[in-house]
C-alpha cells in the first residue's frame, strides 16, 4: 500500500489591508476590511495583515533584540528561566505544546525551540486587585538594548491586537467596544521564539519537532516571523501546508477564546513548526507572538448570535484563568490538557491521514 505524506504545497493565507483601521477610513471602507476578515475567520483562521503602520525601525530593533538575547551562552540565558508565571526563558526542549491540547507527542520528544517572555503586570493597572501570580514579573536580561527595543514593538504589538479586535466586533455585528469589557486588563504575553537546533547539515530520524501541534490559548496573535521556512497550519481536511509571511505583512490567528465566542464559526487553527531544513540543511528561524489573550478573571461565554439551535451550546462558559493554567499545565508541566476535546481530535485525525 503507498506511504501518504503530510501536503507541503504552498497554502494562500489571505491578505488584508487593515488601513482603514489604522488611518480613520470610511464605514464603507472599514466593512469591507471586517468582510475580508471574516471570510478569512471562517475558512481558514489565519490572515495576513498589511497596513498595520509598525515602524520599520521598531521592526529592526526588535530582531536585533531577538538576536542579542539568543546569541548568549545557555548557562546565562538560564538565569531568566521561567519561574512561576508565564514570563522568563525556556530552554530548549523543556516544552511539549501538543500537551496544552490533550496529545502525546508522537515521539515523546519536547520541542526544540527556545523563547523569551515579557507581558502586561497587574501593576500597571494599580486601580484594580489584580494578582502577580496571573500576571507575573517581567525579567530583563543584560542584552544591548533588549529593554526599550523590545518594549517599542509590544506596544505597537499591543495597539494592533486592539484595532483587530475593534475589526472584529464589526466582522460579528457586535457594539464597536464589545471586546473592551474582555480585554481592558487583558494578559498579554510576547514570546520570542528561536529554533534552537545547530545550522548545518543534518540528517533527520524520526519526527523531530521544532514547536508541536497546538492552538493559541487567547483572543487573538500577531505573529511575527521570518521568511524561512518551518511554520504549517492544519486545514478542515487534516492536510498540513507551509505558511510564511509576505514582505512587510504579520501573521494573525484566532484563539480558542475566539473559537469559543462564536461557536467554532470562527476558527482556533492548529498549528505547528517543523525543522526548519531546506536541501537538508539547518536553516536559523525567528518569530515573535503577541498573544492578546483576555482578562484574567473574564468568562468567556458563546455570543447568544452564534448558538446552535439545534445543537445548543460548544462549549460551557469559561473563565480565562482556568483555561490558561490548564494549557500550561500541559506544554509546561507534561501534565494533558483533558478539556481540550476538540483540538486533540483534529491533530489526531491528521495524524492518522498521513499513515500507511
Not at 468582510?35 to 478569512?40: V, Y
Request: net charge negative.
Amino acid at each position: 500500500m503507498p506511504q501518504h505524506t503530510a501536503e507541503t504545497r504552498t497554502f494562500s493565507v489571505p491578505i488584508v489591508d487593515i488601513t482603514p483601521y489604522t488611518a480613520d477610513g470610511t464605514r464603507e471602507e472599514k466593512a469591507e476590511v471586517a468582510r475580508q476578515l471574516d471570510d478569512a475567520c471562517t475558512t481558514i483562521g489565519f490572515v495576513q495583515i498589511l497596513g498595520h503602520r509598525i515602524p520599520h525601525e521598531i521592526l529592526d530593533g526588535l530582531t536585533d533584540a531577538v538576536d542579542s538575547f539568543f546569541a548568549l551562552p545557555l548557562e546565562t540565558k538560564k538565569e531568566y528561566q521561567v519561574k512561576g508565571a508565564n514570563r522568563g526563558y525556556s530552554p530548549p526542549k523543556s516544552e511539549s505544546l501538543s500537551l496544552s491540547l490533550g496529545v502525546e507527542p508522537a515521539t515523546r520528544m519536547n520541542d526544540f525551540f527556545e523563547a523569551f517572555n515579557i507581558g502586561t503586570e497587574a501593576r500597571s493597572f494599580p486601580q484594580l486587585d489584580l494578582s502577580e501570580e496571573d500576571y507575573g514579573l517581567n525579567l530583563w536580561p543584560d542584552a544591548e538594548a533588549f529593554r526599550p527595543r523590545v518594549e517599542a514593538y509590544y506596544t505597537e504589538a499591543a495597539r494592533v491586537a486592539r484595532t483587530l479586535t475593534t475589526a472584529f466586533a464589526d466582522a460579528l455585528g457586535l457594539p464597536g467596544n464589545y471586546f473592551t469589557r474582555l480585554t481592558d486588563h487583558s494578559v498579554d504575553v510576547l514570546r520570542m521564539n528561536n529554533y534552537a537546533l545547530p545550522e548545518g547539515p543534518v540528517t533527520l530520524d524520526g519526527d523531530l519537532t521544532g514547536m508541536g501541534e497546538h492552538t493559541d490559548f487567547g483572543i487573538v496573535t500577531v505573529l511575527w516571523a521570518d521568511q524561512v521556512a518551518g511554520l504549517q497550519v492544519l486545514d478542515s481536511d487534516g492536510l498540513w501546508h507551509d505558511v510564511s509571511p509576505a514582505n512587510g505583512a504579520l501573521l494573525v490567528n484566532l484563539g480558542d477564546l475566539t473559537a469559543r465566542l462564536t461557536n467554532d464559526r470562527w476558527m482556533s487553527t492548529l498549528h505547528r513548526v517543523r525543522p526548519p531544513v531546506i536541501d537538508g540543511t539547518i536553516q536559523r528561524r525567528r518569530s515573535v507572538a503577541f498573544f492578546h489573550d483576555g482578562n484574567i478573571d473574564a468568562v468567556i461565554s458563546t455570543l447568544p448570535s452564534h448558538l446552535d439551535a439545534a445543537d445548543g451550546l460548544a462549549y460551557e462558559p469559561i473563565v480565562v484563568r482556568d483555561h490558561i493554567k490548564a494549557k500550561l499545565a500541559g506544554s509546561r508541566q507534561g501534565k494533558i490538557n483533558t478539556s481540550a476535546v476538540r483540538e486533540a481530535a483534529r491533530v489526531l485525525t491528521a495524524a492518522r491521514s498521513i499513515q500507511p
